[in-house]
């Protein structure tokens, strides 16, 4: 085990892997007599073949031109893994219903498990497996729900000082409870109570109870409030609540323009486990926040930090996307290779050969369910596998697994990162619809970037709530811009001329403010203004990351880094378009062709990023009250 571990963490290159993986088969099947021998032959078949398909090959032969190892493998062995493929599927059209169909399926699982001698057998083990787990999802722990009596009573219970009530309660559960503190008298009144206690006796309620009060921000007492229970709640243990708090904590002191202790509470929430929704933001506030401190060596290591371990986050591009260098080795147009087979974990090519079968004969709907499905499975072959693997998906049409796939691969194997894999990760789908539907007002590679958050480009896309399509309208939304049906909202050419009508005119409603139009896209418009009120700057990245839902900071910060990156791969190729809608004057024309040269984009939305980036910094005043508090940190002063 301990040989497996390291193994996998040192990620031999492949060609040395193969040398050694080879012999290891070779021996490891070495029969050790006549009877052994009659019952080798097929896995030493198999292990031959896997590591004739384990040999590195070209991106663009999966990625362009769909070949796969199924392609490669004798025409008995594809046959016979293509006909139990189409009986899986007829089975799945059927959704149960043809019991013929039901009964053949079952009978060719039956037959399968008996016959795993055969090396052809892996396709009906994993799709019978799959079936089976699909089918029968095992129990899953479910949190206890709280009724609201009960919510109210322990609530009641905290404003009485009895801190242990919650001491065993998920942190969620406890910002559920604190929830039922109606008064702002109360919450203020506990809180006190609490972040004055010497002893870590309430962690988890100090941090749910300052973040209810910054629901009463930004008047004063609130504040100061809350930013002492953070505080004690920083101090009170190494989950996630502490983490939480130390994050918040440090938000509020540079939205106060106090940087004083930034980095270090930084540090502590990049040091916790608990904490890796936060650690991109805690690097970036920590390389601020030392900048503006002088502190130069831990400004370079926060920025490095972002480069390596998280490249692909809109804080690595706020922090370092004006150095050419730290970017450019990003999209440079060496492909890595990839790999048809594995062979550091050979028992989960059944796996990869069903995807290629259920492609093969035309249900690669399915093959990106199994895919999906089994994507833990997947993360645990080599880089070269999983690279493979994802460019199936793209080459079908599939992209969220494409999406989950490449997120976990780029930030294990950074050395995958390239032009040709950024193309894979950030398509171009759809473009020849968005383009048209943009206007003068909007740019399509903006819209193209939302519409990958919002649907992962699946135009069958629909949310719990009832949005719908590319760019996820709601119907009663879509009923005030045009009569249409609910189901038309499914076709890709009617979503995205609403979608875009409706984008267009609210952010005539934000004047132009793209930021604020795309949390308000996924919050709502009352939400955002509201969050306005909260937290008064004009420092649009702090805004973002003092936004209180993670899923609308997620998804702006997640829209301004795909934006990001399509106008870096696509943006000179989009642009010879754009020259066609005639600019008002030539002056116009010269300062656009110039900004274009240098590689800059003269967006609004594009201002998020390069805010972080001006070296422009504007000296706060002795004592800022926190509706006043704006910084620029010089990020972009260092190397």
């Not at 730290?326 to 790999?339: C, G, H, K, L, N």
């Amino acid at each position: 085990m301990q040989n497996q571990r390291m193994f996998k963490k040192t990620e031999l290159p492949l060609s040395t892997a193969l040398a050694f993986v080879s012999l290891s088969a070779i021996v490891g099947i070495l029969p050790s007599s006549e009877t052994q021998a009659s019952r080798a032959r097929p896995r030493t078949i198999a292990a031959s073949e896997n590591v004739r398909l384990a040999l590195p090959r070209e991106l663009s032969e999966a990625a362009e031109a769909g070949k796969m190892g199924l392609d490669f493998e004798p025409a008995h062995a594809r046959q016979k893994a293509m006909t139990f493929a189409s009986t899986y599927v007829q089975y799945r059209r059927q959704g149960g219903r043809n019991q013929r169909a039901v009964a053949q399926f079952q009978r060719d699982c039956d037959a399968a498990g008996k016959d795993q001698q055969d090396p052809t057998a892996g396709v009906a083990t994993f799709l019978c497996l799959h079936d089976q787990e699909r089918r029968h999802k095992p129990d899953q722990t479910q949190s206890v729900r709280r009724t609201k009596a009960e919510r109210k009573d322990v609530a009641g219970q905290l404003v009485d000082e009895h801190w242990e009530a919650v001491q065993d309660i998920p942190y969620q559960s406890v910002v559920g409870i604190v929830g039922s503190i109606k008064t702002q008298a109360d919450l203020i009144k506990t809180g006190k109570a609490l972040s004055s206690k010497s002893e870590c006796v309430g962690a988890k309620a100090a941090t749910a109870i300052a973040y209810k009060l910054e629901e009463h921000f930004p008047e004063q007492e609130s504040v100061d409030v809350a930013r002492a229970l953070y505080k004690y709640a920083s101090g009170c243990g190494t989950d996630f609540a502490s983490a939480k708090a130390s994050y918040r904590l440090a938000l509020l002191d540079v939205w106060r323009n106090e940087c004083d202790r930034v980095p270090e509470l930084m540090t502590k929430v990049e040091q916790n486990p608990e904490a890796g929704q936060f650690t991109s933001r805690a690097k970036y506030w920590r390389a601020y926040c030392s900048e503006i401190l002088g502190q130069k060596d831990s400004s370079r290591d926060a920025r490095e930090s972002l480069l390596v371990q998280h490249p692909m986050t809109f804080h690595n591009l706020a922090a370092n996307g004006n150095h050419a260098k730290s970017i450019d080795w990003i999209t440079r147009e060496t492909a890595p290779p990839i790999a048809f087979r594995s062979l550091i974990r050979p028992d989960l090519n059944g796996l990869i050969r069903s995807i290629e079968t259920l492609i093969k004969v035309g249900s690669s709907d399915l093959a990106a369910e199994l895919a999906d499905r089994a994507i833990p499975k997947i993360q645990q072959t080599e880089p070269e596998v999983r690279l493979y693997i994802a460019a199936l998906m793209h080459k079908s049409n599939h992209a969220l697994a494409k999406f989950k796939i490449m997120t976990a691969l780029f930030h294990d194997a950074p050395r995958t990162v390239s032009g040709p894999t950024m193309r894979l990760y950030f398509p171009l789908w759809f473009f020849d619809l968005v383009q048209p539907q943009a206007g003068e007002e909007l740019d399509p590679l903006l819209v193209t970037a939302l519409i990958r958050q919002e649907s992962a480009f699946n135009i069958h896309a629909q949310s719990r709530v009832g949005a719908r399509g590319l760019m996820q309208l709601m119907p009663a939304t879509a009923r005030m811009l045009a009569p249409v049906r609910k189901n038309k909202l499914f076709d890709p050419k009617t979503n995205i001329a609403l979608g875009t009508q409706y984008l267009r005119k609210r952010l005539a409603q934000y004047n132009g403010d793209v930021e604020l139009t795309l949390a308000a896209y996924n919050a709502g418009f009352s939400r955002v203004d509201e969050w306005k009120r909260r937290y008064p700057t004009d420092n649009r990245i702090l805004f973002i990351d003092l936004i209180p839902f993670k899923e609308t900071r997620d998804y702006v910060s997640s829209i301004l880094r795909n934006y990001y990156w399509y106008t870096k791969l696509y943006g000179a190729e989009v642009s010879v378009h754009q020259e066609a809608r005639q600019p008002a004057s030539m002056d116009e024309v010269g300062a656009t062709t110039e900004a274009l040269q240098k590689g800059v984009d003269l967006s609004s939305v594009y201002q998020a990023i390069t805010r972080a980036q001006s070296g422009l910094v504007r000296q706060p005043a002795a004592a800022v009250a926190p509706a006043e508090a704006s910084l620029e940190a010089p990020l972009g002063t260092t190397n």
